[in-house]
């Protein structure tokens, strides 16, 4: 029997019972959607966190102030008073793997301009900070290396707070109050958007950091230094010397605890990566428990159809059906059905992450693998859990099947 | 060679189609065995009419099932048109079913949902023909049984003789050099079994198709050729009909089915009256 013919023979024996049919594709269609629907919305989320720390700068590694011990009470990064400019730039001559580093101190602070005010956080740096973390400015210029070693009172603002203070207004070359001191506006950053935790990245003011120090916190140290290293993997390897320079600097006796922290940008996207891959494997899986069970369904129904059918089977055997013709037949019906089911699953699954990309404003990738993988999954799954009631079927004995009430 | 058991006069037909040698047929029922077939041998001939009688047990449908290629005997040789089919796999008695066999059965066996003409397609499917010769050859055999104009009705919308009629024409779409009838008649009332005996009977006298007819009425019998009686497995009477009915005289003799309805509607009235009669006492 040829292939177009058995098709026929197949759709037909499937309308012939409609809603069995349709609420037997239903495990398909509801297994491949979810499948489809959480690996778009897995891989959207795994877009959104490199996004994030591609923001975070090119080959970047992160250094923190550690946690300061106090009597047992642990302070949190950031706490202790050793990480200084003098470290960074120990770094910068020592290691060779670093290119280039930026040290940073942070203070929340009120901001005023006009009649507009607003809670802020004003990050203490220099200039090339800014090339560390890939961060241009839309309008005017990144403050100078000058008014950082002069201590100025300059900054470069967010879109955030460039929208609240100064709304239509340009706040290049105007003034602001930060706390009760006037700074002048040099430039504003372009916008970069929320970060991974979803914090708003342009809610910012940058300042040389020397009048961070000086005139704002009254500190002499660093929170943090962002460093850049010559290649991804260089950021890597830089960990372990910058560690050792850092613990002798700050006379850490062996044993001891750090008191920084190192991240690379390698690590972290490490990191999100693993959690973001674990995830969508899990929630994949269990999507996926559920095309074994539509498969199950499948081939219950497959087995009813071919006890249904035994007179038919004995009949068409009577007249010359082969155990392959009578096999193949009911293979294909159960193929189509989850093939069927399938098609239906893909793009269920395709309408439900964009409604959820719409909704959670959330970025879906439609994976055109998923897509393909999940059409030849659900054929598999018809394959293998049709082959047996199809193979049940090819063996009846076409006598017993005759007589078969 | 054991010598096959043959009618006297017989050989003036045309060549065997048919030919058992010594058949034997056991079944395996685990502790027990049952032997339905003991050592039968016989011969058909091409263009015989054979009916094929016994009492229930006495091994007439095994016979029927190994003559149909849908079974194989235990012992003993089976040649169809020549060929020892008795020791062919599966695979190769289907496509010997397909190509020189045509079945016919008391329960009909047609598809249901599907149209006579797809139903009378349904043996060519497997022959490997295609779709226009398919459907040319299955309105051919539709009309040879009177049928053409009812291609698109199902067998739901079809009388009994009709849906025979149906099941005739399915098993000739592929031109077999036999046709099998397995008590063709048992589910249909006296006129239709007649009229169905007279297509057979046509098909017979001006087509020469061999036709082996299995039945436990002796007067259907009484319309074929020859008929064979078997008992305990065993051929024990292989004669003759001396007085061949034909369909077409006996169906003259018989009311159409307007005079049968009035007769049964008078007989209904009578009753009704009787009944009448009854509730007055």
């Known amino acids: 029997m040829d292939f177009m013919n058995t098709f026929r023979v197949a759709l037909r024996a499937l309308a012939r019972n409609k809603m069995r049919s349709a609420l037997t594709m239903l ?56 990480l200084t400019i003098d470290d960074m730039n120990a770094i910068l001559r020592e290691i060779p793997l670093i290119k280039q580093a930026a040290p940073a101190v942070q203070s929340r602070q009120q901001v005023v301009y006009g009649n507009q005010n607003w809670n802020t956080s004003v990050t203490g740096t220099t200039p090339n900070y800014f090339d560390i973390r890939n961060w241009p400015v839309q309008a005017g210029s990144v403050f100078s290396e000058e008014e950082v070693d002069l201590a100025e009172n300059v900054c470069d603002i967010g879109t955030t707070v460039a929208k609240i203070l100064f709304a239509d207004e340009n706040p290049v070359g105007k003034t602001l ?26 809610d910012v003011i940058f300042a040389p950091y020397t009048t961070v120090q ?36 700050h006379r850490i006796r062996n044993g001891d605890d750090d008191d920084f922290l190192i991240r690379t940008q390698a690590d972290i996207a490490d990191l999100a990566n693993q959690t973001q891959s674990v995830m969508t494997m899990l929630l994949g899986g269990i999507a996926s428990v559920s095309l074994l069970v539509g ?30 013709d009578v096999r193949r037949q009911f293979l294909v019906e159960a193929v189509t059905l989850s093939m069927m089911g399938g098609a239906i699953g893909i793009v269920l699954g395709l309408v439900g992450s964009a409604l959820i990309s719409n909704f959670l404003t959330w970025p879906t990738l439609i994976s055109g693998k998923a897509i393909v993988a999940a059409a030849i999954f659900s054929a598999a799954v018809g394959i293998f859990f049709g082959y047996y009631p199809a193979h049940k079927a090819a063996q009846l004995d076409p006598i017993e099947a005759l007589r078969y009430e | ?65 190994i003559l149909g290629c849908l079974d194989r005997p235990t012992k003993g040789r089976y040649f169809l048109d020549g060929v020892d089919v008795s020791r062919m796999s599966k695979t190769e008695l289907a496509r010997i079913r397909n190509r020189k066999l045509g079945f016919v059965f008391q329960q009909f066996n047609l598809l249901s949902r599907t149209s006579a003409l797809e139903n009378v397609e349904l043996p060519t499917v497997y022959a490997g023909i295609s779709p226009e010769e398919r459907e040319r050859r299955a309105m051919e055999s539709l009309t040879r049984v009177g049928l053409a ?24 779409v592929n031109t077999p050099s036999i046709l099998l009838a397995d008590e063709p008649t048992g589910n249909l009332d006296s006129r239709t079994s007649v009229e169905i005996m007279d297509i057979l009977q046509t098909l017979n006298n001006e087509q020469g198709l061999t036709i082996v007819l299995v039945t436990h009425e002796p007067d259907i019998a ?48 009578r009753q009704a009256k009787l009944a009448e009669a009854d509730t007055t006492l």
């Open chain 1, 177 to 202: 109050r930060v706390g009760n001191l006037p700074f002048r506006v040099d430039g504003v950053l372009e916008s970069k958007g929320q970060n991974v935790t979803g914090q708003d990245q342009d």
């Open chain 1, 27 to 82: 495990g398909i269609i509801i297994g491949v959607a979810a499948v489809i629907a959480v690996v778009s919305i897995g891989q959207g989320a795994q877009y959104l966190v490199q996004q994030g720390i591609q923001a975070m700068g090119t080959n970047a590694v992160f250094i923190a102030a550690g946690s300061n011990r106090a009597g047992g009470v642990r302070q949190g990064y950031g706490g202790v008073k050793t």
């Open chain 1, 295 to 324: 498969g199950i369904g499948i081939m219950n129904i497959m087995l009813v159809s071919v006890t249904e059918r035994t007179r038919e089977i004995g009949v068409r055997m009577a007249v010359g059906a082969t155990e392959d």
């Open chain 2, 149 to 172: 104009d009812r291609a698109g009705h199902h067998p739901s919308q079809l009388s009994g003789g009709q849906q025979q009629r149906v099941a005739i024409a399915r098993a000739l």
């Open chain 1, 214 to 249: 000086r005139k704002i916190s009254g500190i002499t140290w660093l929170q943090f230094i962002n460093a850049s290293a010559v290649t991804q993997e260089a950021s890597l390897a830089a960990v372990a010397p910058i560690t050792s320079l850092l613990r002798e600097r």
């Open chain 2, 222 to 269: 009484q319309y074929s050729k020859r008929t064979m009686l078997f008992r305990d497995g065993k051929l024990v009477r292989d004669s003759f009909v001396p007085d061949r009915l034909l369909a077409r005289e006996v169906l003259k003799s018989l009311p159409t089915v307007e005079e049968q309805a009035a007769e049964d509607a008078e007989q209904e009235a």
């Open chain 2, 1 to 65: 060679m054991p010598a096959t058991t043959e009618p006297q006069g017989a050989g003036s037909g045309g060549n065997p189609v048919i030919r058992l040698e010594n058949v034997f047929k056991t079944y395996d029922l685990g502790e027990i065995q049952v032997q339905a077939l003991r050592g039968v041998s016989l011969q058909v001939r091409e263009g015989e009419f054979v009916a094929v009688m016994g009492p229930s047990g006495s091994g007439k449908s095994t016979i029927m099932n």
